[in-house]
């Protein structure tokens, strides 16, 4: 059972910066493809951005491309989500979740074994 911790949600004014971590809590960590997901009221849940078990395969949804970054650092069994130029649309609960290397679907949130509690992040004036 892997257990994944997020941290470093808060409050913003658009075109601002935050930086999100999730700390798993096991070292199998780095056999895990890592994702960013957010739900903002009223919605679905959505796809954010990924990162492979080795680093090698990174994706973004369109809406966040150019602007957000996600990295992992295996050592401290970590991934991040840095968060540039924040709009107010961005604001949601964004979770952190992980699952094994066995598909392809990066952006199904069905694809995922393990989930964060989220870290809500506001982007308001």
């Known amino acids: 059972q892997v257990q994944l911790v997020e941290s470093g949600g808060g409050l913003v004014k658009p075109g601002g910066s935050l930086r999100l971590s999730c700390v798993a809590s096991?070292?199998?960590?780095?056999?895990?493809?890592m994702a960013w997901f957010r739900r903002a009221p009223g919605k679905e849940r959505e796809f954010v951005a990924a990162i492979g078990w080795n680093g090698g395969n990174i994706y973004y949804a369109d809406s966040v491309k150019g602007r957000f970054t996600i990295s992992r650092n295996k050592a401290e069994n970590t991934v991040y989500l840095q968060m540039n130029s924040l709009k107010p649309e961005d604001t949601a609960v964004y979770y952190c979740a992980a699952k094994g290397p066995y598909s392809a679907a990066y952006s199904e949130s069905w694809a995922y074994d393990y989930w964060g509690q989220g870290t809500q992040v506001t982007v308001s004036s």
């Open positions: 096991e070292r199998a960590f780095s056999r895990y493809d």
